[in-house]
């Protein structure tokens, strides 16, 4: 508080960023989040302009979520993006300007091609395919509900608290995504545990993969399928 009076009184632009974390320190649902990240930096703005009206602010929040396997804060996470964009909404909404995290693009050519099209790479479909279901998982957006809003979580743990034991953690969590792949251990953890390189993480599970057996395709498909073969040219 001393420093947002001080920037206010010296007309220093001053970035209001709060870190909320989905199931640790903000509810489990990313709308609810945010409804904490927004209210925690507009706190700020309304001390702050208190101090002295029309002073530089600069409004946003670094929203992402706890993952709930290694309890890291995870920086790469791509609820991290998305609740980004959401925030990025409502500084355009307030007309404030906004502070945040980058990250999201356009995934080109998704297939096991390396070299031109020369080469083909199972580990590489593999990587490509856990990439595209992040974008998927991305594009579904944040449902805004009562429930995900989680106002009145938010006004029962209050200041200070915490999300972990509450039952509306229990029941959302798990809409974060969980990458088979990339590892958010922090670097003492890797090593403890054999300090398993990207590289072989992908080959194991593009083995995994591979291992895999699906069910039979009905008779009458597989009829069809050569039939249209049949006159493939």
């Known amino acids: 508080m001393d420093k947002v009076i001080f920037c206010a009184e010296n007309n220093i632009p001053l970035i209001n960023f709060p870190a909320p974390q989905s199931c640790g320190s903000a509810p489990a649902t990313f709308a609810g989040t945010i409804v904490q990240a927004s209210a925690e930096s507009l706190s700020g703005l309304v001390l702050h302009q208190l101090v002295n009206p029309g002073a530089p602010f600069i409004y946003g929040a670094f929203t992402t979520i706890m993952d709930m396997k290694t309890t890291i804060f995870s920086y790469g996470a791509t609820e991290l993006s998305l609740m980004t964009g959401a925030m990025a909404q409502m500084a355009q909404y307030y007309r404030l300007p906004f502070f945040g995290t980058a990250g999201s693009g356009l995934v080109h050519d998704c297939s096991s091609w390396m070299d031109h099209g020369s080469l083909v790479s199972p580990e590489f479909m593999v990587l490509t395919h856990d990439i595209v279901d992040?974008?998927?998982?991305?594009?579904?957006?944040?449902?805004?509900?009562?429930?995900?809003?989680?106002?009145?979580?938010?006004?029962k743990v209050g200041p200070g608290g915490h999300y972990l034991t509450e039952k509306h953690t229990m029941d959302h969590f798990r809409q974060i995504k969980y990458s088979e792949l990339f590892d958010r251990s922090i670097y003492e953890k890797w090593e403890a545990a054999g300090s398993k390189k990207f590289e072989d993480r992908l080959q194991e599970l593009t083995l995994k993969k591979m291992a895999h057996v699906p069910r039979s395709l009905p008779e009458e498909i597989i009829k069809e399928l050569d039939k249209m073969q049949a006159s493939w040219k």
């Open 134 to 155: 992040s974008v998927h998982h991305f594009m579904n957006g944040i449902p805004v509900t009562q429930q995900t809003l989680a106002v009145d979580v938010i006004d």
